[in-house]
């Protein structure tokens, strides 16, 4: 139980990194950089960078390691912003990009045995 309650702190603060990320993304296709500096929506973006940040602390107090985290983070990331990017922003997703989230997910299956 746990573990798999860790896996979801740690999968929310990948949501949390990739939220702000699309935030920033949508602040910065509408407007100048110099505009988008200024935009509110940036404390919303700065919030959940502190979420995250809050929420890898505690896993990390929990004396997980280091690369497992990384490598589960880096996964859940790429996953989430692959979805985001062709759900939200029309972009598209290639057979060669397809490939490597199962050859990733594989890694991570691996490394956590």
Known sequence: MTYLLHLSIIFLSVISIAASDILI???????????????????????????????????FSRNWNLSIVGNLQIIFYSIL?????????????????????????????LINL
């Open 25 to 59: 993304k949508k602040i910065a296709i509408r407007q100048n950089f110099l505009i988008s500096l200024k935009n509110p929506w940036l404390l919303v973006v700065f919030l959940f960078y502190l979420i995250q940040i809050i929420l890898l602390i505690y896993i």
């Open 81 to 109: 912003l692959l979805l985001a990017g062709y759900l939200i922003f029309g972009e598209t997703i290639s057979l060669l990009q397809t490939i490597g989230i199962a050859i990733a997910l594989i890694g991570v299956i």
